[in-house]
């Protein structure tokens, strides 16, 4: 019984659904699109139960580590995340307390996520600098040219060099790049139908324990 | 088949323990006295170790052949078993052979062995022969049955050792002589030249033979006579060890009582069956699973006392040696640090900080620098897709709704508000109707924010934009946002999507005219172009992303999907500059610090490059 609880049973709605969804699209019948749009409508409201239940399995690792020492940051993690959750729901249930959710948003999310992103930029610049200091191999060399060139061609030009260099930054990206981006996306498409298949006959069960 | 006398189990022929209960089975085999192994009832020779099993047993007296000739007295000859012999012999040989002996006189005390009492009158170191009773089976069994005719002298069984004796000479059977063949003849050994020659015989060479004395020559038939018979050797002839042996002392006479134990041989005393053994050197276990087994752990003498002496020092340590010891141990406890290794770690912190705050210090001077001169050091640079992007928004009727996948949050905010902004405001300016969907949580606060700024009016908001909010599960929302548009509510006001000004008419994808994507990242990017492309292949896409995302975007434009796209602050600012809605100064601010943040990376970047590559490497 517990077998078929944690995998047959799974396994079943699994396949079941894929092949459901999958059918939808192939034979574009009023009824098969009915239960693929239908199911489709499903899986984004487990998503959103998903979410729901990792906000609190979050909270709960937080908590244990909070009594440990060092446990300060996952103090702060967790008044944070309440705090936030507080005010959003306040914001959706009282519209007189939006201005709040707005507030909270506006001077302490958004500051917060550019320093982040600006302390990745600084970092990313500092490890550019020492790249050679550690690798000194020409695959390093390579990434470097490479690195140097797309940054002159992104960056706003002095007017004096816009020419070859514009030339060149077009070249580059039009080339190598989309050469390189074109077999990324050749490559994701690929792994996404094994990856879809192997789900489907349920040789991967990522949905299990 | 054994069966178990303990639970009564069926055992296997030859078990030594009982497959049900573990009990020692009776043994029914012969156990070889050599090797332990355990032969079925009836083997001569060990199945393992080939050591004989069963002692060989003499002939009875009245069909005993001649015995085997023994020129020298205890040297090991092949040993042959009479009947064996008997059998071998041809017929033309037997003929040749002298009639058997006669049966020997019986013997005058029944409880001596017969052999033995023969030896008796005669035997002058052995004055009183040993009763059946202490000599031990197996060995009154080896013991040769007494010749026909008796020994002239007396005798001792041969596995014993003897005293030198000389070598009696053998002697020619008289009674058939003449029908020997002649090639019989020539084989038959030369008198001895002397017959006080004596050769000693070293006790190891005292093999146990069943023949104990030379028999008389009438019985020896020919044919064993050719394998046994060594004529004597000369003086010279005797090899040094047997020299030796002789000027050994001779072995002890035999007491009265019989056979001394002390002089039987190990390789004999293996031989004698395990009974005999004493029982001391296999002690039986008493307890537990293995009670009642035999010989199964080795006695460990002295092990169950337990010792009443505590540890002591001989003698106190000397406060030198206390000293000593202390000074070992505080510097065992020092911490090991190499000196070159701290000095080279020093420098390497000192280094990277020093790098750290070189990277640091510029761009803060370029990021702010700008701010205090107002200097132009960039022109907006020219961007084909823009000028699309640009032609295609421009083409827009007045109220079409434009589905907006507004894929950031405020962590891109300061780049993409700047690609973003102006391709709203060109939107509004159309008069178009946006309808904003977002898979990322903070997507929806984000559009709010933005179009907060450019739309202060709520009721004009809500009838130009439908904020829907976020959908959940990535993919699989972008596909529900697709095909259920309707079905939503704001995410601002809370109220029905179907009950928005902005949404009228608007079910799906396929009701609008446009979708405008505006990811920061590469795969919210991707996700959008195919699901919109498959569903509706028919509805336009335009895409303003970040600088990050602008690789991934170039085969879409290639082929066609994306028809119009601007990124990174390079194109916001180009679009910008074609729609003119008055923030160019902004954006000319923008612009400076990006270009010199950026030409101060690139330029610490080559520098340090450079000092890597002339320097030496850090390891």
Redesign the interface.
């Given at each position: 019984m517990d077998r078929f609880v944690r995998r047959a049973l799974p396994t079943s709605v699994a396949i079941g659904t894929g092949i459901l969804v999958l059918l939808g699209y192939l034979f574009p019948h009023t009824v098969l699109a009915s239960v693929r749009?239908e199911l489709?409508?499903w899986?984004?409201i487990i998503?959103?139960f998903?979410?729901i239940l990792g906000f609190f399995n979050l909270l709960r690792v937080h908590l244990a580590r909070a009594r440990t020492s060092g446990g300060i940051y996952s103090l702060f993690l967790i008044l944070a995340a309440l705090a936030s959750l507080g005010l959003t729901l306040a914001a959706?249930l009282l519209p007189p307390l939006r201005f709040w959710g707005?507030w909270w948003?506006?001077s302490i999310?958004?500051?917060?996520?550019?320093t982040?992103?600006g302390l990745v930029a600084?970092v990313l610049?500092?490890a550019?600098?020492?790249?050679?200091?550690?690798r000194?191999q020409w695959e390093a060399?390579v990434f470097?040219v490479a690195?140097?060139v797309v940054?002159?061609g992104?960056?706003?030009?002095?007017?004096p060099f816009?020419g070859w260099l514009?030339e060149l930054r077009h070249w580059w990206?039009?080339v190598p790049?989309?050469a390189?981006?074109?077999g990324?996306?050749i490559g994701?498409g690929l792994g996404a139908l094994v990856v879809g298949l192997r789900i489907l006959v349920g040789a991967d069960r990522p949905y299990t324990d | 088949m054994i069966y178990c006398p303990k639970c009564g189990t069926v055992n296997r022929q030859g078990s030594r323990f009982c497959n049900e209960c573990g009990a020692p089975l009776p043994a029914t085999g012969i156990r070889c006295p050599a090797c332990g192994a355990t032969n079925p009832a009836g083997n001569v020779y060990c199945d393992r170790c080939h050591t004989r099993l069963v002692p060989a047993e003499p002939p009875p007296q009245e069909e005993r052949p001649a015995e085997r000739p023994s020129p020298i007295r205890g040297i090991s000859l092949p040993s042959i078993s009479p009947t064996r012999e008997a059998a071998e012999i041809p017929e033309w040989l037997a003929e040749l052979s002298p009639a058997a002996p006669t049966a020997p006189e019986a013997p005058t005390q029944a409880e001596i062995p017969e052999w033995l009492a023969e030896l008796s009158p005669t035997a002058p170191t052995a004055p009183e022969a040993p009763t059946q009773a202490e000599i031990p089976e197996w060995l009154a069994e080896l013991s040769p049955a007494a010749p026909p005719g008796g020994p002239s002298k007396p005798e001792v069984p041969p596995i014993f050792p003897v005293a030198p004796e000389p070598i009696q000479p053998l002697e020619k059977p008289a009674s058939s002589a003449e029908e020997i063949p002649e090639w019989l003849k020539d084989l038959e050994p030369s008198p001895l030249p002397s017959e006080g020659l004596s050769v000693p015989v070293p006790p190891v060479m005292a093999e146990a033979t069943s023949a104990p004395s030379p028999p008389p020559p009438a019985v020896v038939p020919p044919l064993i006579l050719e394998e046994t018979e060594i004529p004597a050797p000369s003086e010279a002839e005797i090899p040094d060890w047997l020299r030796e042996a002789e000027k050994e002392p001779a072995a002890p006479p035999i007491e009265a009582g019989g056979l001394v134990p002390a002089e039987i041989p190990e390789w004999l005393r293996a031989l004698q069956p395990r009974a005999e053994m004493p029982a001391e050197v296999e002690p039986v276990e008493t307890e537990g699973f293995l009670a009642g087994l035999r010989g199964l752990l080795p006695v460990a003498r002295g092990l169950d006392k337990v010792s009443t002496a505590g540890p002591s020092l001989p003698v106190a340590p000397s406060p030198a040696a206390v000293a000593r010891a202390e000074l070992l141990q505080s510097l065992l406890s020092r911490p090991l640090v190499l000196p070159h290794a701290e000095a080279r770690e020093a420098v390497r912190r000192e280094g990277w900080m020093l790098t750290r705050l070189l990277v640091g210090l510029v761009l803060l001077v370029a990021i702010v620098a700008p701010m205090l001169v107002q200097w132009r050091l960039f022109g907006p640079p020219l961007i084909p897709t823009a000028d699309n992007l640009f032609a295609l928004v421009e083409g827009i009727a007045p109220q079409t709704p434009v589905l907006v996948a507004w894929e950031y949050g405020p962590a891109e905010a300061e780049e993409m508000d700047r690609v973003a902004g102006p391709l709203m405001d060109h939107l509004l300016r159309r008069q178009a109707r946006l309808v904003i969907v977002s898979t990322r949580m903070e997507g929806p606060a984000t559009a709010e924010a933005l179009l907060t700024s450019r739309l202060a009016d709520t009721q004009e908001r809500l009838r130009r934009v439908a904020n829907l909010g976020y959908i959940p599960g990535q993919a699989t929302g972008v596909r529900e946002a697709i095909g259920n548009l309707d079905g939503r509510t704001e995410w601002g006001s809370g109220a029905p999507a179907e009950q928005i000004e902005a949404m009228a008419g608007v079910q799906s994808v396929a009701d609008v005219g446009m979708v405008v994507i505006l990811a920061a990242q590469p795969e919210d990017l991707r996700v959008w172009v195919e699901q919109v492309s498959a569903t509706r292949p028919d509805v336009p896409i335009v895409a303003g992303i970040s600088a990050r995302a602008e690789p991934l975007m170039g085969p879409y434009l290639a082929a066609g999907q994306i028809q119009g796209a601007l990124s990174g602050l390079t194109g916001g600012a180009a679009y910008e500059q074609r729609l003119d809605t008055g923030r160019g100064r902004e954006y000319e601010y923008y612009l400076n610090s990006l270009g010199l943040a950026l030409w101060a990376v690139a330029a610490l970047t080559v520098l340090g490059a450079l000092i890597s590559l002339l320097g030496g490497r850090k390891r």
């Open positions: 749009d489709i409508h899986g984004v998503a959103a998903a979410f959706l707005d948003f506006r999310i958004a500051p917060l996520q550019a982040v992103m600084f610049a500092v550019a600098v020492r790249l050679l200091r550690h000194r060399l470097l690195v140097l940054l002159m992104t960056l706003p030009l002095p007017l816009s514009e990206i039009q790049a989309m390189g981006m074109r990324l996306l994701v | -």
